[in-house]
């Protein structure tokens, strides 16, 4: 099964020609990829009422398509928040004009995340909800159980679009503790197959040695009482609180990092065979003009235990790679798309 995860750059008005180096991209390379996973699809108003041109050509591209796909997305849901006057979306309503999209060849439903136990199979705890953005974190199932190559007839598919934390930190956080928290609980009691992908923004650096670097506001997020309290308690000991600053460095390392996260999820990209994996200066998916360090691999798919990973590329354009970032007729992403390889045992 191949997967692909792509930030599409919807922050601002995409044109007719990077939409169509979008899809040339897709068109080119993408002929046996099985689940999409995008993000940051532009999805404004418009005046007749259909989608965005963003939203809407992604959806006709693949409806054109010879092979059958089917398609979810929370554009729905992006329109209803940008046009809401309640607290706190009537202040946030231009971060909610984009959507997140999930295309795949098996047939394919919406999960929304409830906060109340309607049964579906979770857990009775699950109730793990903290973000102000829905629309950026899509969970659909994919119905396989009339694949006889797939070793399992249902797989739940995240595909997530974590706020940036240097406008929104309270929200990043948020956002990144719905995500481990819900799987993580889902893992240890239901445990049936879990795929997750899409623009993390995090970790801040992973170094040759495979040291994770989270982010992490500066010092004066030091300060007591900035940000909500946090108190935890470790093997037996007094509960002790912490501060904003170690909150988000927690965040991002349950995620990322195999010796904090216990949730049973693992980077395609860190369980590729050891030869191919370079640090995240060299082999990025993002790049941030201003950052320390500017090159960044914020996009991630990672899978649960009951894939086996075979691969994982990112097209970057280095070391004869597709080039997620531009092609030779102009500009398509600030974002490379990442694609990995996994297979599903019994």
């Known amino acids: ?39 940051a699809v532009r ?42 006057d309640v607290q706190p979306h009537s202040e946030i309503s231009g971060t909610h004009n984009r959507c997140n999209v999930t295309v ?11 906060l109340k136990n309607h049964g579906h199979r979770k857990p009775r705890e699950l109730n ?16 396989t159980a009339a694949d006889d190559t797939i070793e399992a007839s249902t797989i739940e598919v995240w595909n997530v679009a974590i706020i940036n934390g240097s406008n ?43 040291q ?18 946090y108190y935890f308690q470790e093997n037996g000991k007094a509960a002790v609180e912490q501060t904003f600053r170690q909150r988000w460095e927690t965040a991002e390392q349950q995620l990322f990092d195999s010796g904090i996260g216990e949730w049973g999820m693992q980077d395609t990209y860190l369980a590729s065979s050891p030869e191919v994996y370079e640090a995240s200066t060299e082999e990025y998916t993002h ?21 086996a990973v075979r691969g994982c590329e990112i097209w970057n354009g280095q070391n ?14 600030d974002h490379a798309p990442v694609v990995a390889d996994i297979e599903i045992g019994e």
């Open 43 to 84: 999805n404004d108003s418009t005046k007749n009422g259909e989608w965005d041109i963003h939203l809407n050509g992604l959806i006709e591209y693949f409806e054109s398509l010879s092979r059958e796909y089917y398609v979810a997305h929370t554009g729905d849901w992006s329109r209803e928040l940008m046009a809401s």
């Open 287 to 307: 790049i941030v003009h201003n950052g320390n360090p500017s090159r960044k691999r914020l996009d991630h798919i990672l899978v649960s235990d009951q894939f």
């Open 1 to 39: 099964m191949k997967v692909l995860s792509w930030n599409l750059n919807g922050e601002t008005a995409v044109s007719d020609s990077q939409l169509h180096n979008q899809l040339q991209l897709l068109n080119e390379n993408c002929g046996d990829v099985d689940v999409f996973m995008f993000q």
């Open 168 to 210: 929104w930190g309270e929200e990043k956080i948020n956002m990144l503790k719905t995500v481990y928290d819900r799987i993580y609980l889902q893992n240890k009691k239901v445990g049936y197959p879990v795929i997750l992908g899409g623009d993390f923004n995090a970790p801040k650096e992973e170094t040759s040695e495979k």
């Open 128 to 143: 793990y909800y903290y973000s102000h953005f829905p629309e950026k974190m899509l969970v659909t199932a994919i119905n």
């Open 212 to 229: 994770l670097i989270p982010h992490g506001k500066p010092a004066y997020t030091q300060y007591p009482f900035y940000g909500d309290p």
């Open 104 to 114: 795949s060849r098996w047939p394919i439903e919406r999960r929304p995340l409830n």
């Open 320 to 333: 004869e790679s597709v080039n997620g970032f531009e092609r030779d007729n102009g500009y398509t992403s």
